[in-house]
């Protein structure tokens, strides 16, 4: 009965999985084609630098939102903040799906 519960909730777990990075996906096509590409690059920069260090996952997202925020800053872009956010965890699921492979 256990092992049929554990199936259950992995079935679970991965479907929602699949549908979530689905999402994911389609929000980086929309970023992207709303010039969040200028960002993205250095969002993968970040994420690809701090993903080696000590840092707890809440101070990387932190190091990794001030880089490009004064990125941004720098290029005259203006970018809320929820996009930078988003952009930082479509590096995040892109260097978990290249970690997979």
Do not use: C, H, P
């Amino acid at each position: 009965m256990f092992k049929a519960i554990g199936r259950f909730f992995k079935s679970l777990f991965n479907t929602f999985w699949r549908k979530f990075n689905s999402f994911l996906k389609k929000v980086g096509e929309i970023l992207f084609n709303a010039g969040a590409a200028y960002i993205l690059d250095v969002a993968r920069e970040a994420v690809s630098e701090l993903q080696a260090t000590d840092l707890t996952d809440d101070e990387k997202r932190k190091k990794a939102f001030e880089k490009i925020k004064n990125y941004a800053e720098e290029k005259g872009l203006n970018v809320r903040d929820s996009v930078i956010n988003t952009v930082i965890e479509l590096a995040v699921q892109e260097l978990k799906d290249l970690l997979k492979r």
